[in-house]
């Protein structure tokens, strides 16, 4: 089943709305472009697909698996099965290397990849788009075997599928995001240290900050609002004193 909103993320990616690095900085939603995970100068929308980061890598490994066994689960022929394993493989570790040979010895099946390979590419097919001729070749598949199940909604269900890697690639790319903007502002206010908030809050400023940064999420999300809604609370008193200070008053009126 396709998740609610990776529909809408497609068509976001697609035009070319997308809040990675490079559109956020054009924005001036971020002061740089870098990719959360490896850092990279320039995140555009194929860097977030194929980030070579090992925590990108071993994201994306059970994606394809999940895929490759959907693919025989739905009675795909074994060698489009192949194909698309192969090629998606080879183009996740290296989109503008070789192409990887096809193995098919089904002439319209090697004809059909051909297209596909050399006429849409593999970012266009994760996107949806899937060459009729492949389709084809499935329907014929189903037949051999006298399935009732139809090429057509075997394509629509693929292109689901590829859908939702897109997404979840976007999803963990938006956690490592997340997470490193809240370590810079954990680091920022630790920093601080007390300065005008009361003593009571000096216990959460003897943690570490190494110790801090490797607590869990939830934990850290807890210090950082806890500190931060402090801060806030002081500077709004500060604000309310001077502003109610006669001094105050008769200089404003000048």
Not at 50 to 57: G, N, R
Not at 154 to 160: C, D, E, F, P, V
Not at 214 to 219: A, F, G, L, V
Not at 227 to 244: N, P, W
Request: aromatic letters at 10%.
């Amino acid at each position: 089943m396709l998740l609610p909103d990776a529909e809408v993320h497609f068509q976001m990616a697609e035009s070319g709305d997308t809040a990675t690095g490079l559109v956020m900085k054009r924005r001036k939603q971020r002061l740089h472009a870098h990719c959360p995970i490896c850092g990279e100068d320039d995140e555009h929308l194929l860097h977030v697909l194929i980030c070579p980061d090992k925590t990108a890598v071993d994201f994306r490994k059970p994606l394809l698996t999940e895929l490759e066994t959907w693919l025989i689960d739905e009675d795909t022929h074994p060698d489009i099965t192949e194909y698309l394993m192969t090629g998606l493989t080879s183009w996740f570790e290296d989109p503008f290397g070789t192409e990887p040979a096809i193995q098919s010895t089904v002439s319209s099946i090697r004809q059909a990849a051909s297209l596909q390979s050399q006429e849409i590419g593999w970012y266009a097919f994760l996107c949806g788009f899937i060459v009729e001729p492949l389709v084809t070749c499935q329907q014929a598949h189903y037949s051999s075997i006298q399935s009732r199940r139809r090429g057509e909604r075997w394509a629509i269900r693929l292109i689901h599928r590829c859908w939702k890697i897109l997404h979840l690639i976007w999803m963990h790319r938006n956690s490592a995001l997340h997470e490193s903007e809240g370590h810079q502002n954990i680091t920022f206010e630790h920093s601080r240290g007390l300065d005008t908030l009361h003593r009571v809050y000096a216990p959460y400023f003897r943690i570490p900050l190494a110790d801090l940064l490797t607590r869990q999420i939830s934990y850290q999300k807890q210090w950082f609002l806890l500190i931060r809604t402090a801060r806030e609370t002081v500077d709004l008193t500060l604000t309310v004193a001077v502003i109610g200070n006669p001094s105050f008053r008769k200089f404003e009126s000048g």
